[in-house]
């Protein structure tokens, strides 16, 4: 059997709730001039900062962000709450995470032309997973009907094509047929609804891949995977403290803290430079150049980010053609904004282009994939 792999099909699923900028700009400035009369006191004396208000204006020119979809919309735009309200579900019933990853993984495998009995193994790769154990994907799994393996991953917003990597190295090896790889991101719950800064950066949505050998695959639609490249260099800039050990150090475990926050301008400074140069080394590696990409699926966080970045590359602005932007109707999606941007805007390649599938994030992490049409 050849070791070369593809990429044979991509699914995608999008929650049926929707918040614009303007819904959630209502409710953030609603709960902020809440907090500033009722601290007032407070913040006169200077032990409580005022809560700055925001307009959607402010929202789209500092992110190109105009709505976001989101798993329940019930509860994060009411003052009282900020935060979505979830049911929880019995240990015996599909989990929220588990029920989002099986759709988008369905919809992968029709599009790869592939059954549940086709696939070896399953990961699901993600910026937050819901409990630690049981695994996601051995859940997913199950309910799938798969048999062999899965395991979870985390690397932020680089999981998905970290995820990849790893179904790549498996099918390379040898110790696996087909690859199922899938991004539940399911962020909503780890947003700060209070903060101006970062209340509108996230969105929820599922991805998921089939990575398989070549002799087996036959999608009508699919691309060679030429080689991968990743790169980790450690950053505090992009945290989410949130974890088990808050049971044991007594903090506060929802604090401000322990949800997403980052160093924006910082980020937006040094990830950049990071992003543009990995990806002209990994084209570089192959004698290519970023004029010879018919397409780059970049990761979607921030229009402004993926602009200067396309700039790098080719020295001007990128078209909507050259590097598609999805992030003004998904938001930020963590690691599945890539594969979105790669899902909704490939069919149209011609045998022989080459397209690049890129994602960076918190770590600093970067995952990039280089694939060429078959």
């Known amino acids: 059997m050849s070791d070369n792999v593809v990429l044979s099909g991509s699914g995608l699923w999008t929650p049926d709730y ?3 900028n303007e819904e959630l700009v209502d409710a953030y400035n609603e709960y902020a001039q809440w907090h500033n009369q009722r601290y007032s006191s407070a913040i006169s004396d200077g032990t409580k900062q005022a809560k700055p208000l925001s307009s959607a204006e402010f929202v ?4 190109g962000i105009k709505s976001r979809y989101i798993y329940c919309k019930d509860g994060v735009l009411d003052i009282e709450r900020m935060r979505p309200n979830i049911t929880p579900r019995p240990d ?7 029920e989002i990853a099986v759709k988008a993984a369905e919809d992968a495998l029709k599009n790869a032309n592939k059954s549940a009995a086709d696939i070896d193994a399953v990961i699901v790769s993600c910026a937050y997973t819901q409990r630690a154990y049981p695994a996601i994907a051995i859940e997913v799994q199950q309910a799938l009907g798969i048999k062999g393996f899965g395991f979870d991953m985390l690397v932020a917003c680089s999981a998905a094509t970290f995820g990849m990597h790893r179904g790549y190295e498996m099918v390379k090896a040898g110790s696996a047929k ?3 790889v899938i991004n539940p991101e399911l962020v909503s719950p780890q947003i700060n609804y209070k903060d101006r800064d970062s209340h509108f950066i996230f969105g929820d949505v599922a991805t998921a891949t089939v990575l398989e050998n070549e002799a087996t695959a036959s999608s009508a639609n699919m691309y060679d995977i030429l080689s991968t490249k990743a790169l980790t260099q450690y950053s505090n800039n992009i945290r989410s403290n949130f974890g088990y050990m808050t049971y ?3 903090e506060e475990p929802y604090a401000a803290d322990k949800l997403f926050h980052q ?3 910082r980020v937006f400074k040094e990830v950049c430079p990071l992003a543009a140069a990995h990806i002209t080394e990994h084209l570089a590696s192959h004698e290519l150049s970023p004029q010879d990409l018919r397409r780059w699926w970049l990761h979607q966080a921030n229009v402004n980010m993926n602009v200067l970045i396309s700039k790098r590359l080719l020295g001007q602005d990128a078209t909507q053609d050259e590097a598609p ?7 930020n999606t963590a690691s599945a904004g890539s594969i979105i941007a790669f899902h909704l805007h490939n069919r149209d390649l011609q045998v022989g282009d080459y397209g690049l599938i890129c994602s960076f994030g918190a770590g ?4 990039s994939l280089l694939l060429r049409k078959r």
Request: charged content about 20%; proline content about 0%.
């Open 18 to 20: 929707s918040i614009s």
């Open 60 to 63: 789209e020119k500092a992110s």
């Open 92 to 98: 015996n019933e599909l989990s929220h995470q588990g």
């Open 178 to 180: 087909a690859v199922l």
């Open 248 to 250: 044991a150090t007594d």
């Open 263 to 265: 160093a924006g301008r």
């Open 325 to 331: 932007i999805v992030l003004d109707e998904y938001a």
């Open 364 to 367: 600093y992490s970067i995952g």
